[in-house]
Structures are given as C-alpha cells and as structure tokens.
C-alpha cells in the first residue's frame, strides 16, 4: 500500500504519533510519504520530555519515509526546509494525494 500523511498539528504527541504509524506501515512493507503543512512545518520543533519527535522523524526516515515540507508555510514563518524535510510545493502535495492508496491527516 503507498499510505500518505499529511501533518498540520504542532501538537508533540500528536505528530509523534503520525511518524510512529509511518514507521509502522514501512516495516510492513508499505511505501510512505509525508507531507508537512501550515503549522505541521513547525514540528522538527517539537520535542518534549514525553515526546521526542525529531527522533521518531528520523526512525522514519531512516525505515525509507519521505518527508515534504510547504515551501509557503515556511516562508510565513521566516524559516527552510531541512535535509529532513526539504522545501516542497502544492505540485507536491497534490501528487503524494494522488498516489497515495490512503491518506490520512493529523
């Protein structure tokens, strides 16, 4: 299955929890993609002493996740993209939607 997840919470336990189902789904053999939108952008950020995003973002990735980040919703907030999450369009966004079997969105 090519599952698609779209993150626009800044909410720590809550993005934890998408990049956890990523991992997920990729050791079950599913090709997953990431898109970070509007505040979801904000969560290389994110980490608490209960929720260490930035670790389970980089489990995914390394599992074979794919993560985008809005170049626009960046740019409101004066920031990048990462080696992590690079800079990406709508272009973007609109295919992961297309391709995706499923998309879910946190």
């Not at 980089?58 to 990048?80: F, P, T, W």
């Amino acid at each position: 299955m090519k599952l698609g997840i779209v993150i626009y919470s800044e909410d720590a336990e809550s993005v934890w929890n998408a990049f956890r189902l990523g991992v997920f789904a990729l050791q079950k053999g599913d090709s997953v993609k990431t898109f970070l939108l509007a505040k979801g952008v904000e969560c290389e950020s994110l980490d608490t002493a209960k929720f260490k995003v930035t670790e389970q973002m980089q489990e995914y990735v390394e599992a074979g996740g794919e993560i985008l980040a809005c170049g626009s919703c960046l740019k409101i907030r004066d920031s990048r993209g990462s080696e992590m999450c690079p800079l990406s369009t709508m272009q973007d966004l609109y295919d992961l939607i297309n391709e995706a079997d499923k998309v879910v969105s946190i």
